[in-house]
């Protein structure tokens, strides 16, 4: 079970770099851009839709908000700029 979870921490780690290349690069759509940026920022943002001191709910839409922006806002990229950056970050 540790072992499993050092394997999530160190793809999240990865995917993060991959995630912060994709955002240098100038070829990546001012969409996907300002999607991502929104992801970030709702996730480092004092404020919420819905705030945490709400039991649950407060919780739940951090954890469905900030990934479906990720999503979309990966969906926005090319596949192939994607694809390069992901090949370029080293397995951990």
């Not at 709400?54 to 919780?59: A, E, K, S, T």
């Not at 739940?60 to 390069?84: C, F, H, Q, T």
Request: glycine share 6%.
């Amino acid at each position: 079970m540790l072992q499993r979870l050092k394997l999530y921490a160190r793809q999240a780690k990865r995917e993060v770099t991959v995630y912060q290349r994709v955002l240098r690069d100038p070829r990546t759509p001012w969409s996907a851009r300002v999607v991502l940026g929104l992801a970030v920022g709702y996730l480092l943002l004092p404020f919420d839709l819905i705030p945490d001191f709400i039991p649950v709910l407060g919780q739940l839409d951090d954890l469905l908000i900030v990934p479906g922006l990720v999503v979309l806002g990966l969906r926005l990229v090319p596949p192939a700029l994607l694809a390069e950056h992901r090949a370029a970050v080293p397995e951990a």
